[in-house]
Structure formats: structure tokens, C-alpha cells
């Protein structure tokens, strides 16, 4: 682990690597729910945007320049695109 990382990043990382299957996904669901609503509302360009936000912070993590450790950036990277994908829906967007 990096020791860049703050106490919330490595706290996840080791407690995600030690969880019992399933309990990732059942975190990203959890994440998912906590922000379904923050972004709801907002243009297809605002969440490209935030999603490309997340990815540079999950490159840094990467190379040890952001606070967060990687497993915590793929987190909400997915719950991310689950929202997006949820507002699509419900859009009818193509």
C-alpha cells in the first residue's frame, strides 16, 4: 500500500481484500444508493465529466499523488456508472 494514501483509502483496500465474495459488489450497490440522486438531473456532458474526473484521481492513486487508494476509485467509478446508466434509462437516452 501506499503511504500516501489517507487512513480512509487504506482502511477500504485492506477491508475489501479481506471481504468474503460478493462484498465488493455489494459495497458499489451500497455507494451506488448514498448518490443516486447527487448528480440526477444534471447533461450527458456534466457525468462524462465526473467520470473522467474519478479516472485521473484512480491514475494518481495509481502512482501514489491522490489520497485515496485505487480500490476506493473503482468504487465509485462503478457507482458512478451505474447512476449514469440508471438516468439513461429512465431518459430513454440514446
Not at 8 to 19: D, F, H, S, V
Request: net charge negative; proline share 2%; with cysteine.
Amino acid at each position: 500500500m501506499n503511504e500516501r494514501w489517507d487512513r480512509l483509502g487504506i482502511e477500504e483496500t485492506t477491508r475489501l481484500r479481506n471481504a468474503e465474495p460478493g462484498a465488493i459488489q455489494k459495497d458499489v450497490i451500497a455507494l451506488q444508493e448514498k448518490h443516486r440522486n447527487t448528480w440526477r438531473g444534471k447533461a450527458q456532458w456534466f457525468w462524462a465529466i465526473m467520470l473522467c474526473e474519478e479516472f485521473c484521481e484512480l491514475l494518481l492513486s495509481l502512482i501514489g499523488l491522490h489520497r485515496h487508494a485505487p480500490d476506493v476509485e473503482l468504487r465509485q467509478i462503478a457507482a458512478i456508472c451505474m447512476n449514469w446508466l440508471e438516468m439513461r434509462d429512465n431518459r430513454r437516452i440514446e
